[in-house]
């Protein structure tokens, strides 16, 4: 079960089903789902997506997935999941555009990673990352992830791979 999670100013817990229209608008945004997987989706598509959140990943309690939340409104969306692009688990993340530039992807991107390592017990945690997206990679290495590899994509960009390791010194904690 995907647990709760806080932040100084942010409510990361699981959806539900009265965060569907949020969820659509939030995917539907193409300055937020460019960065997102393939790029952006139909309107149905991200309606399907959203109802595998329930039927597939809750139900089958596949990976931690969380609404991201602000004042109690939708402003984000968390993941953390095995992946075998990386070769282990990779920490994905989104926010709303009116979000932006306040550093919230800071909070929920070192929420994500803290739970990582210290709920799932994982020693180091990935990023995928489209090489044009400056500001997610500078977010990233600002809080120590660093470049470990690129990936070539089918349309010709780079994917930046990058990894932050555990410390070992707060393993003793």
């Known amino acids: 079960m995907t647990p709760v999670l ?11 089903p009265a965060d569907e229209e ?9 300055r937020v789902s460019r960065w997102m997987g393939d790029g952006p989706a ?8 959203f109802g595998r959140v329930f039927s ?11 609404a991201v939340r602000r004042d109690g409104r939708l402003v984000g969306h968390a993941e953390i999941k095995r992946t075998d692009e990386v070769e282990g688990h990779e920490v994905i993340y989104a926010l709303a555009p009116e979000a932006w530039g306040a ?3 800071t909070e929920i991107a070192e929420a994500i990673v803290a739970y990582g390592f210290d709920t799932l017990g994982l020693t180091e945690v990935h990023a995928t990352v489209a090489d044009a997206n400056t500001a997610s990679l500078v977010l990233l290495e600002r809080i120590g992830f660093t470049h470990v590899r690129d990936v070539r994509e ?5 994917t930046r791979v990058l990894t932050r390791r555990r410390d070992p010194v707060a393993r003793g904690r």
């Open 22 to 30: 949020a969820f659509v608008a939030l995917f539907q945004d193409t």
């Open 103 to 105: 550093g919230l992807g």
């Open 154 to 158: 089918d349309d010709g960009s780079t």
């Open 42 to 49: 139909s309107e149905d598509e991200d309606r399907a997506l």
């Open 6 to 16: 806080r932040t100084e100013r942010l409510l990361l817990d699981p959806y539900t």
């Open 56 to 66: 597939k990943v809750y139900a089958d309690n596949l990976f931690d997935v969380w």
